[in-house]
Structure formats: C-alpha cells, structure tokens
C-alpha cells in the first residue's frame, strides 16, 4: 500500500518536470514547488515516511504559501494541492487533507484547482466509505453485489453466479504479482469451471486495447470489469481497494469463504467449496 502511495506522489511531481516547459515558462513558485517535491521524495525513498519526520517539509510549504500569498495563480495553488496530496496519499491523514483541500477552495477559487476541490472532496468522501466497506468484507460476511457491464458490454453482476462458487480478482495487466499469480489462476480455473467454479475481474488498467489483447492471448474467458480509470476504477473505490492483487473466493450465496488466497491455497478451497455444493 505504501509503494502505491509514494508511486502516486511521485506522479504527481511530473507536473514539474515537463520537458517541453521553458524556462521562461516556469514561475518562481513552479519552481521552489519542485524542490521541495525533489526533497521530499528523497526522504521518502529513505523510509521517513511519518508526520514527524516531514515537519519541516510540511512547514515549508506554509513558508512558500505565505511568500506568494498575493499571488491567485495556478502555480501558487499547486502548492497548497500538493500539500494536501502529502496528507492524503502519504500520511494517510484524511482530517489535515481534506482540511488542506477546503482551504484551497477558499483561497484560490478561481484557479483550476481551486474549481476541482469539490470533486476531490467528493472523491475522499467516495474512499472514506470505501474504506468501511472494506473493513467488513471478512470471512462469512456477504459480498455487497453490484451492476455494471464488462468490458465487452455485457451485464455483469455476482447475482449472476448465484449458486456458484465466484473469485472476484482485483488485478491489472502491468501488475507483476498479478501477472506471476495469473498461471495459478488459469490451473484453477481449467480444473474447477465445469464444477460450477467462476472468476470475475475487475481490471485496474487504463488501456482496454492493452487489456482485451492481454485476456485473449492468456486465454482468461472470464467477464472484466474495465472503466479504465486505474487506482480510481468505480469498483476498486467502492470496495475500498488499496493493493494489488486482492481476491475474494465466495460461495454459492455470494458469502465470504476466502482472502487473498493464491497458489494451492486458492486450489485447495475451491475445491472445498464446490464439494459442499
């Protein structure tokens, strides 16, 4: 999970290396921003990674704030974005990122993050109640159904495969472990589908050329939830997914008999499941 969040940090620090920018085109403020990314990334990548160890980074950018304060600009409200980004996405502190956000919204409503703040709000919100959700996916709890259509447009829904035993596969195809996990996946798969054993994916991917091309090759026949909105896919969000990949193997009732199994251990329960079907 922590890779995850220094990965998006540290996309969010290529606003300020864009090759084709100028220096003409770079503000004072673009500019002291981009040092201060650089130096928190190094302290990232050190392992300092708590509040505490980021005190002076995290006051610094009240220091560049407070010196461009007359300034209602784009670049200087990137400063207080990416703040709140730290909080969010690297602290894991929804109380000072979500404040950090409404004072963007205040201070800067005519910029361009100042007009998306109620979306990042509302997104927060979406993955705090993802979060709960989350929390209550155990064993012997029931998978809260949806209904969406797949990647090739048809219905998709666990109430679908009610009677069947179902592992719902939050994966993606640049995902190594996913990817490592995958011939497991098709040995159970090949083995148990006549049984009355399905899979449903739900792809973190962005591209679905890259995705449909992917499934056809590895012979994955199984429906793919696919919005191509990556980390921010609808169902990932809603289920609180923060890590990949992350399986729920369900029962004929669309109960929780499983997390996270992979290798034999998956095999081993699914094999389980159907022989008390």
């Known amino acids: 999970m922590k890779l995850r969040l220094l990965a998006a940090f540290a996309v969010l620090s290529l606003l300020f290396n864009n090759p084709q920018a100028t220096a003409a085109e ?5 500019v002291e921003l981009k040092e201060l990314i650089g130096q928190i990334e190094g302290k990232l990548k050190e392992g300092k990674r708590t509040e505490a160890a980021l005190a002076p980074d995290l006051a610094q950018f009240d220091v560049l704030l407070a010196k461009h304060k007359d300034e209602k600009t784009d670049d200087v409200a990137q400063i207080q974005y990416m703040k709140a980004m730290l909080y969010l996405r690297v602290l894991d502190n929804n109380e000072k990122g979500v404040a950090a956000i409404q004072q963007l919204k205040r201070d800067f409503p005519d ?8 979306k990042l709000l509302a997104s927060i919100k ?9 929390k209550s996916l155990t064993e012997g709890s ?18 679908k495969y009610k009677g069947k035993v179902v592992m719902i596969d939050f994966w993606a195809t640049w995902c190594g472990p996913c990817v490592a996990e995958l011939p497991h996946v098709l040995e159970t798969y ?3 589908h006549g049984e009355g054993f399905e899979i449903v994916g739900i792809t973190l991917d962005q591209q679905e050329e ?3 091309n992917f499934t056809k090759t590895k012979n994955m026949p199984w429906q793919q939830f696919f919005d191509g909105k990556g980390w921010s896919n609808k169902l990932a969000v809603k289920y609180g997914i923060h890590s990949i990949p992350m399986t729920y193997l369900l029962d004929g009732e669309g109960k929780i008999i499983g997390v996270g199994l992979r290798g034999e251990d998956l095999e081993s329960a699914v094999t389980t499941a159907l022989a008390k079907k």
């Open 142 to 159: 029931k998978f809260p159904d949806f209904a969406e259509n797949d990647v090739l447009g048809k219905p998709l829904s666990l109430a």
């Open 210 to 212: 890259k995705l449909t």
């Open 111 to 118: 910029t361009k993050q100042g007009k998306d703040a109620d």
């Open 126 to 134: 979406e993955q705090e109640e993802g979060k709960k959700i989350a």
């Open 190 to 192: 090949k083995k148990h």
């Open 26 to 30: 770079k503000t004072d403020a673009s």
